[in-house]
């Protein structure tokens, strides 16, 4: 089975513009997760998508959203970019049918804000 | 709320010795832990996981250890090789979310 995929990989963008990142989860599995990952703060959860539906979401603000597609793929888009936005960003999927189901990880997006 | 964290940021080991990475959380209802291994450049690899009505699972030259009453568990890598050098997470669920929480990272480095 293919693994889990990001595009792009690396982005580089300025402050103001806003950005587009798109996932796509294992084959067959239905949940996806975004993370952020700085080396300030570790990796923290952005949100989960299940079924088209957002599941759960983390602590960042409004500029932050994301969207599921019937197909589970993912993108996450962030608007008004701020320098502090610099990090990778991970993707992570799993079956969706319960809580306890390992969640496994795509390379990432490297996104950099001048 | 959930709090995940390893005792030790960094750890050296000689190639071929055991490893043990360490990780101490704070919800003692949360039921479920992975073990992740990053690379430089890569997403966190899923290691070994393990349940909260287990004690202890063991993998290829890995096992993981679940200590309910301290609320620690730990992850020993057996004859650690070059391949082991990376950035090792433990992650939990907490009750009731589809989220994991993650801990700060341990950084293992094999000396040759």
């Known amino acids: 089975k293919a693994g889990v995929t990001q595009t792009p990989r690396y982005l580089i963008k300025t402050r103001g513009q806003q950005v587009t990142l798109s996932c796509s989860p294992i084959?067959?599995?239905?949940?996806v997760s975004w993370y952020q990952q700085t080396p300030g703060q570790g990796l923290q959860f952005l949100f989960e998508?299940?079924?088209?539906?957002?599941?759960n979401k983390g602590n960042f603000p409004g500029r932050f959203s994301g969207r599921q597609f019937s197909n589970s793929r993912s993108e996450m888009n962030v608007s008004t970019l701020e320098l502090g936005d610099s990090a990778l960003y991970l993707c992570?999927?799993?079956?969706?049918?319960?809580?306890?189901?390992?969640?496994?990880f795509g390379p990432g997006t490297r996104l950099l804000v001048l | 709320g959930e709090s995940v964290g390893l005792h030790l940021p960094t750890l050296s080991v000689q190639e071929g010795d055991n490893s043990i990475i360490n990780c101490a959380y704070s919800n003692s209802a949360s039921d479920y832990f992975i073990w992740y291994k990053q690379e430089s450049g890569k997403g966190p690899q899923f290691i070994i996981d393990i349940r909260s009505n287990m004690d202890k699972r063991q993998g290829q030259r890995v096992t993981v250890l679940l200590n309910k009453t301290v609320k620690h568990l730990s992850l020993q890598i057996a004859a650690t090789q070059p391949g082991d050098s990376a950035v090792y997470f433990c992650?939990?669920?907490?009750?009731?979310?589809?989220?994991?929480?993650f801990g700060a990272g341990t950084t293992v480095t094999v000396r040759a």
């Open positions: 084959s067959g599995h239905r949940s």
């Open positions: 998508y299940f079924s088209e539906t957002q599941r």
């Open positions: 992650a939990s669920y907490a009750p009731g979310d589809y989220k994991l929480s």
């Open positions: 992570a999927s799993s079956p969706g049918g319960t809580r306890q189901e390992t969640q496994y």
